[in-house]
């Protein structure tokens, strides 16, 4: 088991060190200690965090109503948390399609634990809810399922593919909250994954991922932080980025207006 140091677990989520002592003194986190007493966690650790900063962020909650969440889960995520319905469409949630995913790939929820380091209950929960996943858990996700967070989410009646998209009528990809739209540009290429995103301050990927392929950033509009592999960059309206896939990268959002990106795979490795 991979234990890290409260150093590395801030700069792989984006957290300060002084904020994860905090959350500790809360009673949010809970690391082990290493024979020399330092403090060290572990890949269910690095979750955990992911998710706190997910609902101080997104959901906006508070210390107490995060320990209060955190405790109905058990970040054991207990089993009276309801089921997602079909929406009105007659489509099934995200995590009800992460969870078909994980059966084509016929791996059960502890083989998908084991090989994409993730918590077994943070699995389940998200197959069941659609909430609590990250960028870079989704990712991890549907690495070892074999597929792509975009093939995962396309709708289950795909119908033709559209070779003109026309403004206003994107196929919205969904599952990423409120901070976070990915609008689909291209329907009928198979090696490009084309998407203009929308990211609102604040939004960011929550951790490094990595995937096969190459990819490429254009920056419409707003302030992006991207960091690959430890170099960080800052990108502005007009600035571009291209690099490998393969090599581990996260980002956010920063300024105080939307980010609008053109994102662009290949292959469809998103």
């Not at 300060?16 to 024979?35: I, Y």
């Not at 994980?102 to 389940?124: D, H, Q, T, W, Y």
């Not at 996943?133 to 289950?156: E, H, K």
């Not at 007009?238 to 980002?251: E, K, L, M, N, V």
Request: proline share 4%; glycine share 8%; charged share 20%.
């Amino acid at each position: 088991m991979s234990l890290h140091r409260i150093t590395d677990v801030a700069r792989l989520t984006g957290t300060n060190v002084s904020t994860l002592r905090l959350w500790e003194q809360h009673g949010l986190v809970s690391p082990k200690r290493s024979a020399m007493g330092q403090r060290v966690f572990d890949q269910a650790d690095i979750e955990k965090i992911r998710v706190i900063q997910h609902m101080r962020k997104v959901e906006g909650l508070n210390m107490s109503a995060i320990r209060k969440a955190l405790a109905e889960r058990d970040f054991n995520f207990s089993a009276d948390i309801p089921t997602e319905s079909p929406n009105e469409n007659g489509q099934t949630g995200l995590g009800s399609r992460f969870r078909l995913a994980r059966r084509k790939a016929n791996m059960s929820l502890r083989e998908a634990a084991e090989a994409s380091g993730l918590p077994v209950s943070f699995i389940s929960t998200f197959e069941r809810t659609s909430q609590g996943a990250t960028v870079a858990s989704m990712q991890a996700l549907a690495l070892c399922y074999g597929t792509t967070v975009t093939d995962i989410s396309q709708p289950s009646s795909r119908g033709t593919h559209r070779e003109v998209v026309r403004r206003g009528k994107e196929r919205t990809v969904p599952g990423f909250g409120q901070n976070i739209r990915i609008l689909q540009l291209a329907e009928s290429l198979n090696l490009l994954d084309c998407q203009k995103w929308v990211l609102q301050p604040g939004a960011e990927s929550s951790g490094f991922y990595s995937h096969e392929g190459e990819e490429f950033i254009h920056v419409l509009s707003g302030t992006f932080q991207i960091s690959v592999d430890d170099v960080q960059h800052v990108l502005g309206s007009g600035d571009s980025i291209a690099f490998s896939s393969q090599r581990p990268h996260s980002w956010k959002a920063t300024g105080d207006e939307p980010t609008v990106l053109m994102w662009v795979n290949t292959p469809k490795s998103f």
